[in-house]
């Protein structure tokens, strides 16, 4: 998406706002409220469009750059997690019962 294509069509927008708010305030002085709520309405619907289009754009190249570097996958790094998960669930398995319990605190005398 070319920025300065986008940026040249809202001043468009804006420019053509003007001259038509200014037309509007000689001819029905009445509306030019309405119009230039219309036309905030419109600037800002089309400000937010452009933001979101403009941020899923930079997403999508951010996900590409990762998919580059990680070859399209991320399986050796998967591998070794579920390797190492396995060490420390066998290391848990093969402890007695109980050691690592804390030890207990003295009860107060009754």
Same mark, same amino acid.
């Given at each position: 998406?070319?920025?300065?294509?986008?940026?040249?069509?809202?001043?468009?927008?804006?420019l053509?706002?003007?001259?038509?708010?200014?037309?509007?305030?000689?001819?029905?002085?009445?509306?030019?409220?309405?119009?230039?709520?219309?036309?905030?309405?419109?600037l800002?619907?089309?400000?937010?469009?452009?933001?979101?289009?403009?941020?899923?754009?930079?997403? /999508?190249?951010?996900?590409?750059?990762?998919?580059?570097?990680?070859?399209?996958?991320?399986?050796?790094?998967?591998?070794?997690?579920?390797?190492?998960?396995?060490?420390?669930?066998?290391?848990?398995?093969?402890?007695?019962?109980?050691?690592?319990?804390?030890?207990?605190?003295? /009860?107060?005398?009754d």
């Amino acid at each position: 998406m070319n920025k300065t294509l986008i940026t040249l069509g809202f001043f468009f927008v804006i420019l053509v706002g003007i001259i038509g708010l200014v037309i509007l305030l000689v001819v029905r002085p009445e509306m030019a409220g309405s119009f230039l709520t219309m036309l905030t309405g419109l600037l800002g619907v089309g400000t937010t469009g452009v933001v979101l289009i403009y941020g899923l754009g930079t997403q /999508q190249k951010t996900l590409e750059t990762i998919r580059a570097n990680t070859n399209g996958n991320l399986t050796a790094k998967e591998l070794e997690n579920r390797r190492l998960t396995d060490v420390i669930m066998a290391a848990y398995q093969a402890e007695p019962a109980g050691a690592h319990s804390a030890p207990r605190a003295p /009860q107060a005398a009754d």
